[in-house]
């Protein structure tokens, strides 16, 4: 019955929600705008997924958080406000630039004491983080270069325990699970990436469609048993 009339666009309605219901503060206001000023990409989460992520931190419990991709921040100053007092959030990033940028705005947002990021290939982080022997993450977020997404879901299971939550950004990408083609770069590692989380023994996940301001994609979000 609306075919005929105009339609508000995905992105209106995303800044509808956003204005009544998502309420970013000033510091995740000002992370976006540092990394626009940066000449970074806008490829954050959008505002209503990181107040996602924030709240499943909360529901979850979790006191130790791993991230892998940085950017400037935004989704980790969501999560890391999700953490109690004494919460822990490590996140993996590869370029200084945008560490230091994150770092300035996880400071600025008085969070800074909570974080610890680090530098470097996150595959290398990774192993680091399992030969000093930290303690189980509860939550883990991957978010970075997709070619690796399966190896990330690997080691999310293998720095979790049972129960952990681990969420999957960009499940999606536009269709181009259907169609590797569209993007042969980052495609195909977001296709293995989602038959290893259905496969997986350790692991019992659902995907999520979205769109809005940063388009169509998803989130795959899976536990592990
Ligand atoms: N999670 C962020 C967005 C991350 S964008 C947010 O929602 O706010 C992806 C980030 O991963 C970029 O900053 C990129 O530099 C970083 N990255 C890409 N490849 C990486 C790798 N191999 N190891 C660590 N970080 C990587
Ligand atoms: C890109 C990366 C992301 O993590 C994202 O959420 C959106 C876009 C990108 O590399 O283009
Ligand atoms: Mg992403």
Redesign the pocket.
């Known amino acids: 019955m609306f075919e005929h009339k105009p339609q508000p666009g995905w992105i209106a309605v995303e800044e509808f929600l956003t204005d009544k219901v998502v309420h970013p503060d000033g510091s995740l206001q000002r992370a976006v705008q540092s990394a626009v000023d940066a000449g970074m990409?806008p490829?954050e989460?959008a505002p209503n997924a990181g107040k996602l992520l924030k709240l499943l931190v909360q529901m979850s419990g979790a006191r130790r958080v791993l991230e892998i991709?940085t950017l400037a921040g935004f989704s980790t100053i969501w999560m890391a406000q999700g953490l109690p007092d004494g919460g822990r959030l490590v996140t993996c990033e590869y370029l200084t630039k945008h560490a230091d940028v994150a770092r300035a705005n996880l400071d600025a947002a008085g969070l800074g004491h909570k974080v610890d990021i680090r530098i470097g290939a996150a595959l290398d982080t990774l192993a680091a983080l399992e030969a000093e022997g930290q303690e189980a993450f509860d939550f883990v977020f991957i978010?970075a270069d997709k070619e690796n997404d399966s190896k990330y879901l690997d080691w999310a299971v293998r720095l979790g325990r049972p129960g952990t939550t681990v969420i999957l950004?960009?499940a999606v990408w536009e269709g181009a699970v259907l169609e590797p083609a569209m993007d042969p770069v980052n495609a195909p590692g977001i296709i293995s990436a989602l038959e290893l989380m259905g496969k997986h023994p350790q692991l019992d996940a659902t995907v999520i469609q979205t769109v809005g301001s940063?388009g169509w994609d998803g989130f795959a979000l899976a536990v592990v048993r």
Do not use: H, L
């Open positions: 990409p490829i989460v991709g978010d950004d960009n940063k």
